[in-house]
Nanobody, 122 residues
Framework: QVQLVESGGGLVQPGGSLRLSCQAS????????MGWFRQAPGKERDFVAA????????VYADSVKGRFAISRDNAKNTVYLQMNSLKSEDTAIYYC???????????????WGQGTQVTVSS
């Protein structure tokens, strides 16, 4: 059973940075595509970023392109989301997920973490 645990969320001012981490319970990062999604209050869960375990290619939502970066550390079985130039509209619960298909669609992901809150406010 794959378990994913996110950390690194918190309160940050607009323009600031945060790095989220997603620790997997087994060798998930090296054998599955990993993604980050987010859900703001009253809204659907939206795709943020994904990384392909085969060739390390990445894909981003237009709203975060150029500001966020997804990466992974195979030795630590961890995926990261570096978030820079944060805006108030980035406020949401951020979820890490794992899939056997490289996708930007939430239903393609079989395993999910519990989420970590990111609040961008002055």
């Amino acid at each position: 059973q794959v378990q994913l645990v996110e950390s690194g969320g918190g309160l940050v001012q607009p323009g600031g940075s945060l790095r989220l981490s997603c620790q997997a319970s087994e060798r998930t990062v090296v054998s599955r595509h990993m993604g980050w999604f987010r859900q703001a209050p009253g809204k659907e869960r939206d795709f943020v970023a994904a990384i392909n375990w085969i060739d390390d290619s990445t894909v981003y939502a237009d709203s975060v392109k150029g500001r966020f970066a997804i990466s992974r550390d195979n030795a630590k079985n961890t995926v990261y989301l570096q978030m820079n130039s944060l805006k108030s509209e980035d406020t949401a619960i951020y979820y890490c997920a794992a899939a056997t298909s490289y996708s930007t669609v939430a239903r393609a992901y079989s395993y999910w973490g519990q989420g970590t809150q990111v609040t961008v406010s002055s």
